[in-house]
């Protein structure tokens, strides 16, 4: 029994190696979906693409609505090339949690019944991404630009 636990735990420590091998693959990967998503959500309620808004799309310059869409366009696409990912992710981040405290969470308390879990859900993976960094695949990695956003190594 004692020598199927060690050998279980040397496998587990292995599979921990290989993915912190491709640490910054999947971190870029996952940077680039998140970005995907939200510029979608963006163009979506401000050009009614992409299977449309809720509803018409909000006036020039009308708070939250616009604004909002603009963050989520923007800072989307931003967060999506790596281009001042952290920063980006940061202001994508602090408006999905305006969003969930000033438009869910007044409803109930869990994001399950206050229709909050989308907002909750960016809000966190923008954080992850300002904490992190944006992974290996940036268009300034790609260019060869001096890139100091790029994530530092797990200290254990």
Do not use: K
């Not at 708070?63 to 940061?90: D, E, H, K, N």
């Amino acid at each position: 029994m004692r020598l199927q636990q060690t050998a279980a735990l040397r496998q587990a420590r292995r599979a921990g190696h290989l993915l912190d091998s491709h640490r910054e693959h999947v971190l870029g990967l996952f940077r680039i979906v998140v970005g995907l998503l939200f510029a979608c959500h963006g163009a979506a309620t401000l050009f009614g693409v992409l299977g449309g808004g809720h509803g018409p799309s909000p006036a020039v310059g009308q708070w939250p609505g616009w604004w909002a869409a603009i963050i989520q366009l923007i800072g989307g696409i931003l967060v999506l090339t790596g281009l001042g990912a952290r920063s980006a992710a940061f202001l994508c981040s602090g408006s999905m949690a305006y969003a969930y405290f000033v438009h869910h969470q007044p409803d109930a308390l869990f994001p399950l019944q206050n229709g909050g879990v989308t907002a909750a859900l960016y809000c966190w993976a923008f954080f992850l991404i300002v904490a992190l960094g944006p992974g290996r695949w940036t268009l300034p990695a790609l260019f060869g630009a001096a890139d100091d956003t790029r994530s530092q190594p797990a200290t254990t």
